[in-house]
């Protein structure tokens, strides 16, 4: 009875911690990383961190939507702000109902989405954050249009 009482006080806990959102639209490029192990994002400045950013070859507001599209229907996401060339979403985990955010930030010059995954609470997300992000540009990825405009 006492181990189950003190799990349900940590997740209380964790839950009532479940507000360090990222504080809006970035300015040039997405906010580094903690130095806890529970976020990567393709501009951190630490290798251990960095994912790969979203690649297009589509027209920028033909991939923002298809992002946006692909986002919306990713199971337990919610977006919670779009701005021209910005899109914050956020993921609950399954069991416990703990808040991933994931931003994703246009790059026109780099013809793509710079991204970035972070826990809000917790220290370490034992890779749920760099998987998601994977299976999240495998699938953009695979849905972008050919030359003729087909998506693949």
């Given at each position: 009875?006492?181990?189950?009482?003190?799990?349900?006080?940590?997740?209380?806990?964790?839950?009532?911690?479940?507000?360090?959102?990222?504080?809006?639209?970035?300015?040039?490029?997405?906010?580094?990383?903690?130095?806890?192990?529970?976020?990567?994002?393709?501009?951190?400045?630490?290798?251990?961190?960095?994912?790969?950013?979203?690649?297009?070859?589509?027209?920028?507001?033909?991939?923002?939507?298809?992002?946006?599209?692909?986002?919306?229907?990713?199971?337990?996401?919610?977006?919670?702000?779009?701005?021209?060339?910005?899109?914050?979403?956020?993921f609950r985990?399954?069991?416990w109902g703990?808040?991933?955010?994931?931003e994703f930030?246009?790059?026109?010059?780099?013809?793509?989405?710079?991204?970035?995954?972070?826990?809000?609470?917790?220290?370490?997300?034992?890779?749920?954050?760099?998987?998601?992000?994977?299976?999240?540009?495998?699938?953009?990825?695979?849905?972008?249009?050919?030359?003729?405009?087909?998506?693949?």
């Open positions: 009875m006492a181990a189950t009482g003190l799990v349900l006080l940590f997740v209380a806990g964790c839950r009532a911690m479940n507000s360090q959102r990222p504080s809006g639209p970035p300015g040039s490029r997405l906010p580094p990383c903690p130095d806890s192990p529970n976020c990567v994002g393709s501009e951190d400045p630490i290798a251990e961190r960095r994912v790969e950013p979203f690649p297009f070859e589509d027209a920028p507001d033909a991939a923002f939507g298809r992002l946006r599209e692909l986002v919306s229907h990713w199971p337990r996401a919610r977006i919670a702000e779009v701005i021209p060339g910005y899109l914050r979403a956020e985990s399954a069991l703990f808040i991933d955010d994931v930030r246009l790059d026109l010059a780099g013809s793509c989405f710079q991204v970035r995954s972070a826990a809000r609470v917790g220290y370490s997300d034992f890779g749920v954050n760099r998987r998601r992000l994977e299976k999240l540009r495998t699938t953009f990825h695979t849905s972008q249009p050919d030359a003729h405009g087909v998506s693949q």
